[in-house]
């Protein structure tokens, strides 16, 4: 089992949609998580980073996290073409940090 | 952009040979980390560099080494080459210490082709 399972899509979805990504995850001494939005050939840029369960909202995106249940999810409101990209869930243990394999998000005009 | 460089930008080699990649981290930062990234997969911890010495360890052999210098920038260095390294290398480098410690800012990456 890994210690990431991210549903690897692909998602598609209309302009305008509400969208939602979903980790799951298996080893509770996972205590940071993290949202990575990525470009085709590009480099993974940090989204979004909590630390408590919960839910943290920057503008259009809410991350939000259950310890009990193992569970991380990001939201995307008003999803916009410029959206589309791949989006991996990650959390840190000590110096390792463990990803998912990611989510291909594409909004339509 | 994170003001994480990496270069270069794409390689390509044949089975059995030696490959250096190196990063230059954002400034300010002391930490570097490495990863591999397979297509369609999410990227691979390898290993971590913090004040010159390896922190942390991925599941990858020995053939996959690297240095972190005074000026914090690194190389990693792949031994052996083998027709599964082909793959997107990422750095990433963070600030220990306290909560920002696991904030990464990721560079674009060098894309690695084994023939």
């Known amino acids: ?109 | 952009e994170t003001g994480v460089t990496q270069s270069p930008t794409h390689l390509i080699k044949t089975r059995g040979q030696q490959v250096t990649l190196r990063c230059s981290s954002q400034s300010g930062h002391n930490t570097v980390s490495w990863y591999q990234q397979a297509l369609g997969q999410g990227p691979q911890f390898i290993f971590q560099y913090y004040r010159e010495e390896e922190n942390g360890r991925g599941n990858f052999p020995p053939r996959f080494s690297g240095l972190q210098f005074p000026n914090y920038s690194s190389e990693l260095n792949v031994n052996a080459l083998e027709l599964d390294d082909s793959a997107l290398y990422l750095c990433a480098s963070s600030l220990r210490g306290g909560v920002a410690k696991n904030i990464q800012y990721f560079g674009a990456g060098t894309r690695l082709s084994v023939l």
């Open chain 1, 1 to 109: 089992q890994k210690e990431v399972e991210q549903d690897p899509g692909p998602l598609s979805v209309p302009e305008g949609a509400i969208v939602s990504l979903n980790c799951t995850y298996s080893n509770s001494a996972f205590q940071y998580f993290m949202w990575y939005r990525q470009y085709s050939r590009k480099g993974p840029e940090l989204l979004m980073y909590t630390y408590s369960s919960g839910n943290k909202e920057d503008g259009r995106f809410t991350a939000q996290v259950d310890k009990s249940s193992k569970y991380i999810s990001l939201f995307i409101r008003d999803s916009q073409p410029s959206d589309s990209a791949t989006y991996l869930c990650a959390m840190d243990r000590g110096n390792q940090f463990y990803f998912g394999t990611g989510t291909s998000l594409t909004v339509i005009p």
